[in-house]
Structures are given as C-alpha cells and as structure tokens.
C-alpha cells in the first residue's frame, strides 16, 4: 500500500525509550455537581459507548539520536470488560504523557441515535478481515527483526471502516487485537499534525473534518502514517460520529459554573497598558452611540442595549461610536473594576469535549508599535479602532472534567496550547497574558513579533504581568449555551447586535509606513516592505470588529 522505507540501527540503539512522565493539573480536580454523563468516564454516542485509556504500554519508538524528533507507539492497557481497541496511540518523547485513544463496545442500551443510522442489523463492531503492512523499520536485510515497528491497517469489512492503526515489534498481529466500526457510524476524519517524519515516511496526528458547534464527529485519538511514495493518497482512516441527540457528556449548568470557578484563568494586562477593559454595560452607560447610515447624530445606548437593532447581518447600515469630547477621552481608558469575561458554551468534537469561549471587551485598540531589529518605532493610527472583542477558549475533556487545552487568539489567527505548556495561578487557573494595545492574548510573558521573529521585523506585542487583571472564575457572565434548549441561557440584547462595534475610517496608512521604510538601512528596507505586505489588512486602517456572535469561530471550531 505505502511501500516499505527502511532504516537500520544497531542492536544498542533499539532499547526502548523510557515511558514520559505522565502530566497532571497543579491541584486535583474537585467534585463536579450532580448531572447527566458530564465526567461519567464513559460516553454514550448512540450505538456505540466509548471510554477514553490514557494507560499505555510501549511498542516500539523511533529512538532518534535528537529526542526532540522522536516518536514512541502505545497500545492502551486497563481497558473495562466488553471494550474492545480501535487503534493504537503515538506521541513525540519531548512532552509529558497526556494523549488517549478511545476503546469502544456496542451500547447496552440504544439510544434514540438509531433511528440516524440506517436501519441495519449488523453489528456495530466487527473484527478485520486481515491487515495491511502500512510500513516496516527494517526490511530485514540484516537478519534479524529485533527492535523493528511494524505498522498495519486494519482492512474492514465490507461496510465497516478502520479507525486506527496497529503496532507491534514483530509478526502480524491477530484478528481480534483491534475493531473496525459500522460505516455509518463513522465520520470523515483529516491529517492534523506531522508528529514524525524520516525519510519517506510520516506520522500525523488525525482530527474530525466536521468540527465546531454542529459537528458530529468524534476524535479517537489514534494517528495515520503516511508514505510520501504514494503521492494523492486519501485517508485510510475514519473518526467516530455521535448520533446521540441528547449530547449526555455536556456539562448542566451547575456544572458550568464549577468548570469556570474552577479554572477560570486570570487575565493579566501590561502594565503599561493605557487602554483596559469595560464591562459592555459600562461601555453603554458612559456615552457610547449608536449611528446610522445617512444621520449624523448619534443615539446613546441603554444600559442593556435594548434599542440596538438585532439580528440579521452586517449590512453597514447601524454601527456603534464613541462620545465625542472629553467623554470621548475617557471611555477610551475603559473601566478595569467593571470588566468581566462574557462565556460561550458549546460542544466540541461532536460533544466529546466542552468549549468554554472567554470573550473580554474594550472600548479601543491601541496604536502598534513597529519594531526592526533593535530600533522601536511607536505608529500614529496604525492599529487603532473603536472597540475590541477577543476572546480564549478552555476545552474541557468531558470524560473527565480534566482541562485540555486553551485558545489563544492573536489578531487574525491563534494557537492551541496544551495544558502541560501553561502557566497556573491559584490552583487549576491558567494565566493569560493580554499584549499592549492590541490585546492580543499569550500564554506567557514576552515579545511576541507578528512579522518575522527571525528577523526581528514587525509588530510588537507585548506581555507582562500587572496589578491589571482581570479573573475570569469571578467575574464572568453566561452569555449562551445553545445546546441546553431554548430559554435556559438568557442571551443579552447587544449580543444579538450583527454590526460593527465601531466605524470604519480609511486612511493612507502606507503612506506612513513608506516614511518609515526610507529612513531605514538600505540592507533592511526590502524585508520591511515584504514583511509590511503580509501584515493584517485591518492595520491599515480603523474598523470596528464585529461582535463575538458574527465571528466564524463562533459556530466553528477555532482557527488552528
């Protein structure tokens, strides 16, 4: 299928890696409030009950001489009676062990799931027909076998797909090691992330192509290895799909409240920071207005925004300003003993895991500050505009209730972080660091350049601890969690508020930089003109954002 590559290391080389220390959260994790399946352990997804084992016993591993690079292949141990293997699991040797694949069984009881899938009679697991060899370490031209990792794909059934791979340091393993999954009960799955690549051959760590709010499928935790030989070659590899309706492994609303109590992070701004958060009620209260298209005469807000138009879409027509004056001046200060962080709830991963979205607000962004190589150039207009929404994301296994990872977003793109990679204030409490101006958020302090780090070339952000902070597990406010039903979360009126949080002024702002360019050192002004032309359209002038229910990470799942 792939074609074996072939690399051989003597018989000392092949002793197995040690295991990696497994990671947990600085304090334990407390009683979750009563609820349905959220932090059962296990998870019903219609037919199928899945439980996640992040106890494993090694395979085999790349043993590279630079660690940094090296991969080891697990298969999960302690698996409950009546679960059966999908795949195996691999990670890098660099980080902690923290991964998990799910074991699956046929659910004891059906769920209304059923009348989704066709209405069949076969079994929702099944034993593969044979396997394919995907890949070997050694083709066995030195005579022995000893230490090599063979790879296999398990070949279904006719209406069954294969959902993980299996390892093993010799012979083929047998039929009933592993399960394939009823098709339709299965969803299209992509290559996520290189985890090895040596020679022709690549490890990738795989995710649901249908992801976000309404997708349905469901990570496994397994990987794909792909040959580079065999150019165009689809995904042999299915994920889950959860055709349970009810969502049962969601959190309550209690049990909302004890996850953001729990590890609600602190926001720290920099403290240089001229222009902090507001609560949107504040912002409202203290002169903000509303426009339209054609009056020049704005209308103050209400404190709830009850006379903002909602619904439908951006159409240009409403937009929200500042107050001119010297009241213009001070709301642009914002107003940090009112800020608060506004939740959104939401499925992820087809229910498996829970998104907690923070959005914080601040009545104005900050000019940027251009830095090329050791000289800082502080920018007039470039950066600024009325309002600011951003926003980070707790993703919540919900097996568990254990903290994954978090969303940061960083003007037009952002970055998961694992849980092992932050950093933690009282307890379980991950700290989030807002930069100057932009309020960009980072996981740490620093210089972070959005540009070219390598050459020291773009905009500045910085981060730095404060006394400006905001924490998040006291001062926040449920705004929306859809998949509860209808009138259990009262969403506010100017969340329904579709248009810009601010006007949009156009301006020559690369007349500025050009300026900027010229008095620079002729050996430097071409990398600063590439690099200007990669940087975000929104510098070059002053728009307002739309609001956090306009943003495509709002349905969908995070850029990244």
């Not at 309706?245 to 920099?270: K, R, V, W």
């Not at 951003?390 to 097996?399: A, D």
Request: proline share 7%; hydrophobic share 35%; with cysteine.
């Amino acid at each position: 299928m792939f074609g074996c590559e072939c690399f051989y290391r003597k018989k000392m080389d092949l002793l197995p890696l040690s295991d990696p220390e497994p990671f947990s959260l600085p304090a334990p994790l407390p009683q979750w409030p009563h609820g349905q399946g959220f932090a059962s352990g296990k998870l019903n997804l219609g037919e199928l009950e899945v439980v996640k084992i992040s106890r494993f016993k090694f395979i085999w591993s790349s043993n590279l001489e630079d660690k940094k690079k090296g991969v080891t292949f697990y298969k999960p141990v302690g698996l409950p009676d009546g679960f059966y293997i999908l795949g195996h699991y691999c990670q890098s040797n660099d980080q902690p062990l923290r991964g998990f694949v799910l074991v699956a069984r046929e659910a004891p009881s059906k769920s209304e799931a059923a009348d989704f899938s066709t209405c069949v009679t076969s079994p929702a697991l099944r034993e593969p027909l044979d396997y394919t060899l995907a890949w070997k370490s050694n083709d066995g031209s030195e005579g022995s076998l000893e230490g090599c990792g063979f790879f296999w794909l398990p070949q279904p059934p006719e209406g069954y797909k294969s959902v993980g791979y299996l390892v093993t340091s010799s012979k083929k393993p047998k039929l009933d090691k592993v399960r394939c999954v009823r098709a339709d009960l299965t969803d299209r799955c992509e290559k996520y992330r290189v985890m090895h690549s040596e020679f022709s051959f690549r490890v990738w760590s795989t995710r649901p192509y249908h992801r976000g709010m309404l997708g349905r499928g469901v990570s496994v935790g397994t990987f794909s290895c792909i040959s580079d030989s065999v150019p165009g070659l689809e995904l042999p590899l299915s994920c889950l799909k959860n055709l349970d309706p009810s969502l049962h492994g969601m959190p309550n609303c209690d049990q909302i409240h004890a996850l953001i109590n729990h590890y609600g992070p602190t926001f720290f701004f920099h403290p240089d920071e001229i222009y902090l958060p507001s609560s949107v009620s504040w912002f409202f209260e203290n002169g903000a207005l509303l426009f339209r298209k054609g009056d020049s005469v704005g209308e103050p807000i209400d404190v709830g925004g009850s006379n903002l138009p909602i619904g439908g879409c951006n159409d240009t027509e409403f937009w929200i300003d500042l107050p001119s004056g010297d009241q213009r001046k001070t709301i642009k200060l914002g107003n940090l003993a009112s800020a608060k962080l506004y939740l959104h709830v939401k499925p992820a991963l087809g229910g498996t895991f829970t998104d907690i979205a923070l959005w914080i607000f601040c009545p104005f962004n900050g000019p940027a500050t251009l830095k090329v190589g050791i000289m800082n150039i502080a920018l007039n207009k470039i950066g600024q505009h009325v309002c600011d929404w951003e926003h980070v994301t707790l993703r919540i296994c919900n097996f568990t209730g254990e903290l994954w990872s978090i969303y940061f977003s960083q003007h037009s793109g952002g970055v998961w972080v694992n849980a092992y990679e932050l950093e933690y204030i009282q307890g379980n409490k991950a700290i989030i660091y807002s930069s100057r101006n932009g309020h960009a958020s980072f996981p740490h302090p620093g210089t972070y350049i959005q540009g070219s780090a390598k050459l020291g070339i773009g905009i500045r952000n910085d981060c730095a601890s404060s006394n400006f902070y905001v924490d998040s597990s006291t001062h926040y406010e449920l705004v929306a969690a859809e998949y509860l039903g209808d009138g259990i979360v009262a969403e506010p009126g100017w969340l329904q508020f579709m248009r810009k949080w601010g006007p949009t002024i156009v301006y020559d702002s690369r007349t500025e930089l050009d300026k900027i360019v010229h008095v620079l050192p002729v050996m430097l002004q071409s990398s600063v003109k590439n690099i200007f032309d990669k940087l975000p359209v929104e510098l070059y002038g002053e728009e307002g954002p739309t609001g956090p229910k306009e943003k495509n990470n709002w349905i969908g799942d995070e850029r990244g």
